[in-house]
């Protein structure tokens, strides 16, 4: 069983777009992995004209709220840079436990890159800090700009979305078949360290 | 062998049996996402959406169809009546159809249903419509229009080239597991696809949009369609699902979909996300002496829609001057819906700003087209209460970009833009319920409830106010577009355009009213909204002030008792015994600041302080004093002194 990996497209995010992005990306990805019985959950986006689903879990929505916060932390301590965060779906494989180690081992068959770029207009007053809970609006000099900014992340963020279905679609093989009463495929979202620039995403 | 071999019948059964479900399921997601509720009208088909799925997985039942393919779903009846309809073979492919539907202006909305096309395609080719809803031919609704949106192919392609049944095929890819497990996926991704394609944005807008719309989406189910031509087909963009290979084939989705949606309206009925409101205007109660700029009323055609809502509500940021405002009162968060192009349908006339009646009066005058659902004399337009509340500059451009960000683009008005400089984004939804709704909030607001204001403030003054009572609900809005309709065709230089003004015109229409007023100067005189303001203004203004006159006006009655039994008894007074109390209570002040204390508390309010006698008497005075100087100074210049007017006047023509 091979590893896929899926590099999705970089999209370019203000701080308090964020959490409306990642959510939509991470739990549509999730939907398609949780092959268990789902009532799916429509989500429509607030800043976007966009719906997406949730595979209706209260744990993965957790999970994945709490992760978001993680890396909004993390982005206001490591400003306008390229980040990553990698959604990874793993089998548990458990190791023959020896006397000496009995970690359980994961096996890897899928990885998700969202690549992000947060960047931070500049703003007409100086405001040092961004809560990650404010959904405002950073001053822009001017609104038409914001506007035409916001739609092309909506593009984007389409076209993000149309990327995974296409991926679940292209990619089949490789998912292990589905156990009895498991909802979806155990997975880790991880906050890599910042990328460097040569890092190449597409 | 026999095992082997009965499991392989058993296998194949099941994949049958796999892909029958395939198509059920398809099916239903599909229309779940396209098929609008028919019978919930007014009901924010949002919370039918919401309500089941948001429901957790472990909650509620689980039906037995939903357990296929591990994708529990809304109820679809639409689904359901489509698959008894189309019942096929598994190597029919079904093709789903998409329609946009789009009615003509004159359509009746009283027997009107969105249709429902649900043709039954038999092996002998023959078609039973089935029209659900009523008939549109006997609405005497032409010119219906239908273009097809989408069209969704769901087939199981069969290898015809070897044997299903032969075990060479049943390799670990096209185990019956794997074929399910990869439906799954695929049915994973079309689920969501269907909430990405152009299409969805026009269900959600008819499910949360409470109002009927210009258009509606029906569907088709069948297994033989004709092809797109080439021409047609160009217009589409393609979208494939990777197939499930099965062992006898492969199970394959397609869809061809209308990547822009340019006739369509599809704009949701709030705004997107929250927006300032920037020069917010509030309503004319709120601020009754603020002049609103008026429209240019240049266009001489019906189907421009400058009118729509250039009121103070008009969105015109691209002019520089007026603020454009969003108009606060409207009684439903889709009355934005109530919108430009319904009113260039109906053949509005630009309409001049301030006032709401000389709107409404001017309309109704100007379009007999209306009569057949304005019924109502005092109707007063959607449009001028009921503007868009879409807010301009922010919210407008965002829906602007929202047709060029999408692959697909919602325009909404292109129509609207090439007549004129309003955003693209307007809506173009007939809101006939919309409307009434405004109707009855605009006309209350300016009549019935001040009437009923000025009624409960003197209950004790029954008698007094029983003349008003008479024709309360009815003669304020007619006086309105009456006057009001004088006030407007005389550029506003007429003499004080109050809804209760003493006017031959429109007194003689009121039964009892024309001699009750006309004897009692001063009985009339309570109503002037006017009375405390110097300056002429427009009606709403007006009636703004009698509002707020009203308002601050202190309470009358300081025993609730004894002055309902006073006025109770005091209804079936006669006029003249009115008149003999009113006269006295007028000739008492005039000249004199107090009048006698024990004529105004034996008289007719025995119950109230002399205070309160004195404070009304004053009022009386002073309203009838301006009232005087009003009819003086209306013959005198047309022009205003408000400063706020600044080009409108300039369009007044």
């Known amino acids: 069983?091979?590893?896929?990996?899926?590099?999705?497209?970089?999209?370019?995010?203000?701080?308090?777009?964020?959490?409306?992005?990642?959510?939509?990306?991470?739990?549509?990805?999730?939907?398609?992995r949780a092959l268990g019985l789902v009532r799916p959950k429509d989500i429509d986006l607030e800043l976007f004209e966009i719906?997406?689903?949730?595979?209706?879990?209260?744990?993965?929505?957790?999970?994945?709220?709490?992760?978001?916060?993680?890396?909004?932390?993390?982005?206001?301590?490591?400003?306008?840079?390229?980040?990553q965060i990698c959604l990874s779906f793993y089998e548990v494989k458990n190791k023959q436990p020896s006397w000496f180690t009995n970690k359980i081992e994961r096996l890897y068959w899928e990885q998700w890159y969202v690549n992000l770029n947060v960047i931070q207009l500049p703003k007409v007053h100086s405001s040092k800090s961004h809560h990650s809970k404010v959904v405002v609006d950073p001053g822009e000099s001017t609104s038409e700009e914001r506007s035409i900014r916001r739609a092309t992340l909506e593009a984007s963020l389409r076209d993000v979305l149309f990327q995974i279905i296409k991926f679940v679609n292209e990619k089949k093989d490789h998912v292990p078949p589905i156990s009895e009463n498991v909802m979806y495929f155990p997975y880790e979202i991880t906050i890599p360290r910042s990328v460097p620039s040569a890092f190449a995403s597409f | 062998m026999a095992s082997s071999h009965s499991n392989i019948h058993s296998e194949a059964a099941k994949m049958e049996q796999i892909i029958t479900e395939f198509y059920t399921k398809s099916l239903h997601i599909i229309l779940e996402s396209r098929s609008p509720y028919m019978s919930s009208r007014n009901f924010s088909g949002e919370q039918i959406l919401s309500s089941p799925s948001s429901s957790s997985s472990s909650s509620s039942s689980v039906r037995p169809r939903d357990k296929w393919f591990n994708l529990a779903l809304?109820?679809?009846?639409?689904?359901?009546?489509?698959?008894?309809?189309?019942?096929?073979?598994?190597?029919?492919?079904?093709?789903?159809?998409?329609?946009?539907?789009?009615?003509?202006?004159?359509?009746?909305?009283?027997?009107f249903s969105p249709q429902r096309d649900i043709v039954k395609n038999l092996s002998s080719k023959e078609r039973y419509p089935f029209c659900w809803g009523s008939d549109q031919e006997e609405i005497g609704c032409e010119g219906k229009s239908e273009k097809i949106v989408e069209r969704w192919v769901v087939q199981y392609e069969s290898r015809k080239v070897r044997d299903c049944s032969s075990g060479s095929r049943r390799s670990s890819n096209n185990t019956l597991s794997n074929v399910y497990k990869k439906s799954i996926l695929l049915l994973r991704s079309l689920y969501a696809t269907v909430?990405?394609?152009?299409?969805?944005?026009?269900?959600?807008?008819?499910?949360?949009?409470?109002?009927?719309?210009?258009?509606?989406?029906?569907?088709?189910?069948?297994?033989?369609?004709?092809?797109?031509?080439?021409?047609?087909?160009?217009?589409?963009?393609?979208?494939?699902?990777?197939?499930?290979?099965?062992?006898?084939?492969?199970?394959?989705?397609?869809?061809?979909?209308?990547s822009s949606l340019s006739d369509v309206?599809?704009?949701?009925?709030?705004?997107?996300?929250?927006?300032?409101?920037?020069?917010?205007?509030?309503?004319?109660?709120?601020?009754?002496?603020?002049?609103?700029?008026?429209?240019?009323?240049?266009?001489?055609?019906?189907?421009?829609?400058?009118?729509?809502?250039?009121?103070?509500?008009?969105?015109?940021?691209?002019?520089?001057?007026?603020?454009?405002?969003?108009?606060?009162?409207?009684?439903?968060?889709?009355?934005?819906?109530?919108?430009?192009?319904?009113?260039s349908s109906r053949h509005y006339p630009p309409m001049s700003l301030p006032p709401h009646p000389p709107e409404t009066s001017l309309i109704h005058?100007?379009?007999?087209?209306?009569?057949?659902?304005?019924?109502?004399?005092?109707?007063?337009?959607?449009?001028?209460?009921?503007?868009?509340?879409?807010?301009?500059?922010?919210?407008?451009?965002?829906?602007?970009?929202?047709?060029?960000?999408?692959?697909?683009?919602?325009?909404?008005?292109?129509?609207?833009?090439?007549?004129?400089?309003?955003?693209?984004?307007?809506?173009?939804?007939?809101?006939?319920?919309?409307?009434?709704?405004?109707?009855?909030?605009?006309?209350?607001?300016?009549?019935?409830?001040?009437?009923?204001?000025?009624?409960?403030?003197?209950?004790?003054?029954?008698?007094?106010?029983?003349?008003?009572?008479?024709?309360?609900?009815?003669?304020?809005?007619?006086?309105?577009?009456?006057?009001?309709s004088r006030s407007f065709q005389d550029d506003f230089d007429d003499e004080f355009p109050c809804p209760?003004?003493?006017?031959?015109?429109?007194?003689?229409?009121?039964?009892?009213?024309?001699?009750?007023?006309?004897?009692?100067?001063?009985?009339?005189?309570?109503?002037?909204?006017?009375?405390?303001?110097?300056?002429?203004?427009?009606?709403?203004?007006?009636?703004?002030?009698?509002?707020?006159?009203?308002?601050?006006?202190?309470?009358?009655?300081?025993?609730?008792?004894?002055?309902?039994?006073?006025?109770?008894?005091?209804?079936?007074?006669?006029?003249?015994?009115?008149?003999?109390?009113?006269?006295r209570i007028s000739k008492a002040p005039s000249g004199q600041n107090a009048p006698s204390p024990s004529v105004a508390s034996s008289g007719l309010l025995p119950?109230?302080?002399?205070?309160?006698?004195?404070?009304?008497?004053?009022?009386?005075?002073?309203?009838?004093?301006?009232?005087?100087?009003q009819g003086a100074r209306s013959h005198a210049s047309a022009d205003y002194p408000s400063p706020a007017e600044t080009s409108s006047r300039d369009s007044n023509g």
């Open chain 1, 1 to 32: 069983m091979n590893c896929e990996v899926c590099q999705l497209k970089e999209l370019e995010v203000e701080h308090f777009e964020i959490r409306e992005v990642l959510r939509c990306i991470l739990h549509t990805i999730v939907f398609h």
């Open chain 2, 74 to 111: 809304r109820e679809c009846p639409a689904a359901l009546e489509n698959l008894d309809f189309w019942r096929q073979s598994n190597l029919e492919p079904m093709v789903i159809d998409v329609i946009l539907v789009q009615r003509p202006v004159n359509w009746d909305t009283v027997n």
């Open chain 2, 365 to 484: 005058k100007k379009n007999t087209s209306f009569d057949e659902y304005c019924p109502s004399p005092n109707f007063t337009p959607s449009a001028s209460p009921s503007p868009p509340i879409y807010i301009p500059g922010g919210h407008l451009k965002q829906g602007l970009l929202r047709s060029e960000s999408a692959p697909f683009s919602t325009p909404a008005a292109k129509l609207l833009s090439s007549r004129q400089n309003l955003s693209p984004s307007s809506p173009i939804k007939i809101t006939r319920s919309g409307t009434s709704k405004i109707e009855k909030n605009m006309g209350p607001i300016h009549s019935g409830t001040t009437m009923e204001k000025l009624l409960s403030l003197g209950k004790d003054d029954s008698r007094r106010y029983s003349g008003v009572k008479l024709s309360s609900n009815n003669s304020p809005q007619v006086s309105f577009s009456r006057s009001s």
């Open chain 1, 51 to 83: 719906t997406y689903v949730q595979c209706g879990d209260v744990e993965v929505e957790k999970k994945i709220d709490d992760k978001i916060e993680q890396f909004i932390s993390w982005v206001e301590k490591h400003p306008n840079k390229k980040s």
């Open chain 2, 500 to 583: 209760f003004d003493v006017e031959d015109v429109d007194m003689t229409d009121r039964g009892s009213r024309p001699e009750s007023f006309d004897q009692k100067g001063l009985l009339s005189e309570p109503l002037e909204p006017g009375g405390f303001f110097p300056i002429k203004k427009s009606q709403d203004a007006a009636v703004g002030a009698l509002v707020c006159m009203l308002k601050k006006a202190p309470p009358l009655r300081q025993d609730l008792s004894s002055t309902t039994n006073l006025s109770e008894a005091s209804r079936p007074e006669s006029w003249s015994n009115s008149v003999q109390e009113t006269s």
């Open chain 2, 195 to 258: 909430r990405l394609l152009p299409a969805y944005k026009i269900f959600r807008d008819l499910n949360s949009s409470g109002q009927i719309c210009m258009f509606s989406l029906a569907h088709r189910v069948s297994s033989f369609v004709e092809p797109f031509t080439r021409k047609e087909e160009a217009e589409f963009q393609r979208f494939g699902f990777t197939p499930v290979d099965t062992s006898c084939g492969r199970l394959c989705i397609s869809v061809l979909y209308r």
């Open chain 2, 265 to 343: 309206n599809s704009e949701p009925s709030t705004p997107m996300s929250p927006q300032v409101i920037p020069d917010y205007v509030g309503s004319p109660l709120a601020d009754p002496l603020k002049r609103l700029p008026s429209l240019p009323i240049s266009h001489g055609s019906p189907s421009s829609l400058p009118f729509s809502r250039r009121h103070s509500w008009s969105y015109d940021h691209l002019k520089a001057s007026p603020p454009s405002v969003s108009f606060s009162p409207s009684p439903t968060h889709s009355e934005p819906h109530v919108s430009i192009s319904n009113l």
């Open chain 2, 607 to 629: 119950l109230k302080t002399t205070a309160d006698a004195l404070e009304e008497l004053r009022s009386y005075k002073e309203m009838k004093n301006l009232l005087l100087s």
